[in-house]
Each structure stands twice: as structure tokens, then as C-alpha cells.
């Protein structure tokens, strides 16, 4: 893997998903990692599993 492309995050076409994937950096403080990677996995989590709302 070349060094530009772990500087740009992928592109999904949806806008959360990819704020927040450009919010990820690995280069930080390692500790500084699981924060960063569980707030993906937030953003991922309310995307692929969006609460139900009552129909209208």
C-alpha cells in the first residue's frame, strides 16, 4: 500500500459513512485509535441498522 493511499479514505457515495471515514486517522497515537475506529463503527452501525420509525 502506497503512502497516498492511506491518505485518502475510500468514498462510498454516503455522506455520514464518509465524514466519518475521513475522520479516521491511524497516523495519531495509537491510543488515541480505538476511539476513533469505535466512532466509525458508530456511524456505520446507525446507517446499516437505522432505528424504525412509525409509519406517518
Request: overall charge negative; hydrophobic content about 45%.
Amino acid at each position: 500500500m502506497s503512502s497516498s493511499a492511506a491518505e485518502q479514505p475510500p468514498v462510498t457515495g454516503h455522506a455520514a459513512i464518509d465524514e466519518a471515514l475521513a475522520g479516521l486517522d491511524l497516523t495519531r497515537p495509537v491510543g488515541e485509535h480505538a476511539d476513533r475506529i469505535q466512532a466509525v463503527q458508530a456511524v456505520l452501525q446507525q446507517v446499516l441498522n437505522p432505528v424504525a420509525q412509525p409509519p406517518r
